[in-house]
């Protein structure tokens, strides 16, 4: 029997939502991988780089497989996304990868977010559920570029004032277009009514904080 209370009709804009989200992402860290300065670095920054576009291939193919194109799915995400990504430009290497840092871990928690109560978990289906969650299965990357920018703080403590500041205004950023998504008819039902929403950014603010004070740096 089929859950009536299931809408199959949010799940592309879920889709084109997480596929522009992922190639972005991609994006990012294959630039920023140019600039790093060890080789290490920049193969590791690279492996996470596929990474991103692996998980976008996973989202593509899903759009593909409901009979909608790619590009015109993405396209209603394309501004919002890129103007974020202006406004938080890094001016170094290290600025960088704490911008990857909150933003990945920030897109994480919001995967996560997808599902959790029983009313939006009947919101998406099997596959979409199941999709979600091995897209946001990101760990390895969030932990990499914690300890990354941890030694680079440990080595050189001019960092820790900068990148606070630095890390305080991509979070700013983030929240604030987080907030435009959630306000989306396409995309803000997942996550629940008005209320579950204003708590849900309350909740990605705390775990932002605790992510860095885990740093030793200020929120």
Known sequence: MVDSSLDRSLEPALYGLMAYRELTAFERLSSDARFSPTLKDRMELARLAVTEYEHFELVRAALLDAGLEPDAAMEPYVDGIDRLHERTRPGDWHESLMKAYVMDALTSDLYAALGTGPEERR??????????????????????????????????????????????????ESLTQARRLLDRDDVGPLFGGTDARAALLATLTQRHSRRMSALGLTS
């Open 123 to 172: 919101l998406l289906g099997d596959s979409a559920r199941a999709l979600v969650e091995r897209v946001r299965r990101m760990d390895e990357q969030t932990t990499w570029l914690a300890q990354r920018l941890q030694r680079a703080i440990d080595d050189d403590e001019r960092l820790a004032p900068r990148l606070a500041l630095w890390g305080r205004r991509v979070v700013g």
